[in-house]
């Protein structure tokens, strides 16, 4: 069984213990931009209908891809997010991980994920959304980034500094508030995914930052 070292902080992240609080500390925690930064991703998507989340969690971005019209397949490593996603909206669901997906050859349109690059090896997962994409299809990457201005690290840091001492109250959220300040900081995750994607032979791949540079979507096509 193939094992990258983000799946570590993947599990002692996302447990029992809070995927029933997921949804409203994602939107506390980034001031509401986590809803915007979906919206760009749903808009990627163009008018492709075939929609893989990748890392889907308590379906967010799936509910949000069902509304607009689209047909969502979600997959994601943690049974309890998945639970949550089951009980908010209908679609197929899969636990696993996004290096190596129990779907056909050429089955989506779209392949998108959100903040799911950071705890994955690139290079698979960019290889495995190449062979269950079609000709024209997309995929898009969105996860934090640590910003580059000085001024904004420095409230990036202050910030984080607030959610460690937050994490002494909220427990079932600690491990996060404690550690993925340093997981976004040493992770290079947009340069893996667009070295990834290019080598494998998607096209017009691009890299919008958003947010004062905290967060960053990653998208390319298959020709
Ligand atoms: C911060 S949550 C994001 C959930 C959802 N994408 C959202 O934006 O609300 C991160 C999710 O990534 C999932 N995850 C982490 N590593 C994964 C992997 N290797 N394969 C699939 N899912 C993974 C976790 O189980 C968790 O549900």
């Not at 983000?6 to 500390?25: E, L």
């Not at 392949?111 to 898009?140: F, H, N, T």
């Not at 995914?193 to 096209?203: H, M, T």
């Amino acid at each position: 069984m193939l094992v990258h070292e983000g799946h570590a902080n993947a599990r002692r992240f996302f447990t029992q213990a809070n995927a029933g609080s997921y949804d409203s500390i994602v939107r506390f925690t980034t001031f509401g931009r986590d809803f915007a930064w979906k919206q760009e991703i749903l808009r990627a998507t163009g008018r492709r209908n075939s929609v893989l989340e990748l890392a889907c969690g308590t379906g967010i971005l799936s509910s949000m891809l069902v509304q607009a019209g689209k047909s969502v397949t979600g997959l994601d490593l943690t049974l309890e997010y998945l639970a949550a996603a089951k009980r908010r909206v209908q679609l197929p669901l899969a636990q696993g991980t996004a290096e190596v997906l129990p779907y056909r050859n050429e089955s989506f349109d779209a392949v998108v994920s959100s903040y799911l690059a950071k705890y994955v090896d690139m290079q698979r997962v960019a290889d495995e959304c190449w062979r269950v994409l079609r000709p024209g299809g997309i995929v898009v990457f969105h996860d934090f980034t640590y910003p580059t201005d000085g001024a904004m690290r420095g409230l990036w840091n202050a910030y984080f500094y607030i959610l460690r001492v937050a994490g002494r109250l909220v427990t079932s959220w600690k491990a996060v508030f404690e550690q993925l300040d340093n997981v976004v900081r040493e992770s290079d995750w947009v340069r893996q995914a667009e070295s990834a994607l290019s080598s494998r032979g998607f096209q017009n791949v691009s890299c919008r930052y958003h947010t004062a540079g905290t967060a960053a979507i990653v998208s390319a096509e298959k020709p």
